[in-house]
């Protein structure tokens, strides 16, 4: 079966987001002050080749803590939809 | 009233994307050959303050398009929630 990922990457809360905080900024140099506390982190799709629901599961999973996210800066959840 | 908004930046599908293709490769070579068609953009989350969701919208939407997103690039979408 085929099934798609979506997988969000974002930094710790505990963590500075410089490139969140310098849009922030820039959103209110716009004038859009109603606007804050932005923080900024990947999006991530992929397709996934397998038996069920769970094996897709279980391969996203893998990649995200071997390659996608570093796990001392960031954090990440996903979704796995039929494709 | 305070909204949390989810924006999604993605790459358009008409164009390379070669951050992804550089993670499919590393994929792959990790031996998570079932993974494919990776694509790689960005997730930013926000606190908005407004009356209504609707006000809300109409403000996260003025941000993607005039900062947030290049739309001769990427495409973007966001949902927004109470906070």
């Known amino acids: 079966m085929k099934f798609i ?3 969000n990457v974002m930094p710790l809360k ?3 987001d410089p ?7 820039s959103l209110h140099n716009l ?3 109603m606007l804050h506390d932005v923080r900024i982190g990947k999006h991530i799709t992929l397709h996934v ?6 094996d897709a599961d279980a391969h996203v999973r893998e990649a995200c803590k071997k390659l996608l996210a570093n796990q001392v ?3 990440f959840d996903f979704t796995i939809t039929e494709a």
Request: hydrophobic content about 45%.
């Open 31 to 33: 004038g859009l002050t």
């Open 5 to 7: 990922a979506h997988i």
């Open 14 to 16: 505990e963590l500075l």
């Open 19 to 25: 490139q969140g905080k310098a849009v922030n900024s």
């Open 73 to 75: 800066m960031e954090s």
């Open 49 to 54: 080749d397998a038996a069920d629901k769970a």
